[in-house]
């Protein structure tokens, strides 16, 4: 009976095709003209041929599932023998900054408005070759959109980074890349916009608590002396993007090893990302606190693993003040709170190893 149904689902398009084909061929022809011999000679090339076009399509199909099998398996069994430990974070920051910030930052930056519906394009190699109006304009960290002359559109990416969460937006005035142009001013380590987040990893193995009152399988706390450092900065007009690389975070309890990269499957991680600033000092104004833009888990400590977090699992992330913080007078504590299960799909289709 199983093979019954396995030959109905794989020779019922051809059988129907064959039969219109059939149908098409005698449905203005006299009855006289019907035999089995006419009718078989039209319906059996027919059938066949049909039949060898859908075998070929199930064995394309067939492949793929193997082909795809294979990689699952190969990323599954990778994930056993690699150690979780130790971790590293790889972090975008977005910021929507006020234009005294921005100034501040970027105003001695090439790009800093530099474009806008009444201002020519630039030469090469900030527009585009002579005689084009109409194109995208690459450069190392991203690219710029023209149209009839005129920048529309520019974005932010990374490809060393896989799966880096790509911004792209329209723009009035600012796309730029932050470096110390010659004759620049240097600017202060306490640079509000570059502020690095002293971050806290939980980790929950086995899934969401049942209780606030259960303890994480163990945490994951970045040096608050040096929190990590800026690997790039980008304006796009007043959004700001800042990545951070935090090179290595230290696990509490010192003894929590044994666990490999699989074992985040299923987990449930909640990160808090904390940030210090001053009033009138060094800071920030409430509407531009940072959200997340990226994030990427570093795993193992070599470089080539890293669980990805795509724009869809960063949504349910929180910028808030500080609800326990011990900061007082000018001190704001700004902290962005992400939780995350990290499902067998997610974790399947986000965990990437890199050669």
């Not at 970027?106 to 084009?132: A, K």
């Not at 240097?186 to 259960?214: D, H, I, Q």
């Amino acid at each position: 009976m199983k093979i019954l149904r396995q030959l109905l689902r794989e020779f019922w398009l051809p059988l129907l095709l064959g039969a219109a084909w059939t149908a098409f061929n005698f449905y203005d022809r006299p009855l006289s003209e019907w035999n089995a011999r006419t009718v078989l000679n039209v319906f059996g090339p027919t059938f066949f041929f049909m039949s060898w076009l859908v075998a070929q399509w199930y064995r394309v199909r067939k492949q793929q599932r193997v082909e795809e099998g294979l990689d699952t398996l190969h990323a599954g069994l990778r994930a056993l023998q690699s150690p979780l430990l130790p971790c590293g974070l790889f972090l975008t920051l977005r910021i929507e900054a006020v234009e005294e910030d921005l100034e501040r930052v970027f105003g001695e930056q090439s790009g800093y408005r530099w474009y806008g519906p009444d201002t020519p394009m630039r030469d090469v190699p900030y527009g585009l070759p002579p005689g084009l109006r109409d194109g995208r304009l690459h450069y190392r960290y991203g690219y710029i959109d023209y149209r009839d002359g005129v920048v529309e559109a520019a974005g932010v990416t990374r490809t060393e980074h896989p799966d880096y969460n790509t911004l792209h937006r329209e723009i009035r005035h600012t796309a730029c890349v932050f470096g110390y142009e010659p004759g620049s001013k240097s600017l202060s380590e306490n640079e509000p916009l570059f502020a690095a987040p002293a971050a806290t990893l939980e980790v929950y193995v086995g899934g969401t608590p049942k209780s606030p009152r259960v303890p994480p399988t163990f945490v994951l706390k970045s040096n608050p002396m040096k929190s990590g450092s800026v690997v790039g900065a980008f304006a796009l007009d007043n959004t700001v993007v800042v990545d951070h690389a935090i090179q290595s975070l230290a696990v509490s309890p010192p003894d929590a090893t044994g666990y490999s990269v699989s074992s985040l499957r299923g987990a449930f991680l909640r990160l808090t990302l904390d940030f210090f600033f001053i009033k009138n000092v060094a800071s920030l104004p409430e509407e531009s606190w940072p959200t997340l833009h990226n994030l990427q888990l570093w795993l193992g400590g070599s470089g080539r693993d890293l669980l990805n977090f795509p724009l869809e699992d960063l949504a349910t992330q929180t910028t808030r003040d500080n609800p326990n913080s011990i900061l007082k007078g000018d001190a704001v504590n700004p902290q962005i709170l992400l939780e995350a299960e990290i499902t067998g799909d997610s974790f399947a289709k986000n965990f990437r190893s890199v050669a």
